[in-house]
């Protein structure tokens, strides 16, 4: 399969179109397609919040967070390979394309995010096979953590300098 038929499944996925999870989930060079959507997802949502140095950060931040989606998943019973997992939900990133137009980008990335939230959680359960309940958890774990360690940071800052967190 081409590159730009992966790209036509992959928006299909976006939908819960099976097939298309099934055609770009059996693609030969589903990982190379992966890490070019994700380089490109860098671009064009670099652009589209006119933040250069995002087009570094976010595939980093997507291979990661597909990494640990992918133990816990495992963790929890989960079927497929590394690849398959981070093949599939990287190529499904190219929603992200979407956030290209400048400016308006900024709003279209977090509505997008949210989407893709979703996205993943189908993913997950139809990649790993994993109940639609354990996928929830796999996709939303990491952000719960991150959030809770940043509730936390806040908290031991406040306690070490309370004036600075605290009007005047």
Request: aromatic share 8%.
């Given at each position: 399969m081409s590159y730009w038929s992966n790209v036509k499944n992959a928006f299909?996925?976006?939908?819960?179109?099976?097939?298309?999870?099934?055609?770009?989930?059996?693609?030969?060079?589903?990982?190379?397609?992966?890490?070019?959507?994700?380089?490109?997802?860098?671009?064009a949502t670099s652009l589209g919040m006119l933040m250069p140095f995002m087009f570094i950060m976010i595939p980093m931040a997507f291979f990661l967070s597909i990494g640990f989606n992918h133990l816990i998943a495992k963790l929890f019973g989960g079927k497929a390979s590394f690849s398959d997992y981070f093949g599939v939900l990287s190529n499904a990133t190219v929603i992200y394309w979407l956030a290209v137009v400048p400016l308006l980008g900024a709003v279209l990335v977090n509505i997008i995010g949210i989407w893709f939230s979703v996205i993943s959680v189908y993913i997950t359960h139809k990649v790993h096979k994993l109940?639609?309940?354990?996928?929830?958890?796999?996709?939303?774990?990491?952000?719960?953590?991150v959030v809770l360690l940043m509730m936390l940071l806040v908290a031991f800052l406040g306690v070490l300098n309370p004036q600075g967190f605290m009007p005047v």
């Open positions: 299909k996925i976006a939908i819960f179109d099976d097939k298309a999870l099934n055609a770009v989930a059996k693609n030969k060079d589903l990982v190379n397609y992966g890490i070019i959507t994700l380089v490109l997802v860098g671009i109940s639609v309940f354990k996928s929830i958890i796999v996709v939303f774990l990491l952000p719960l953590l």
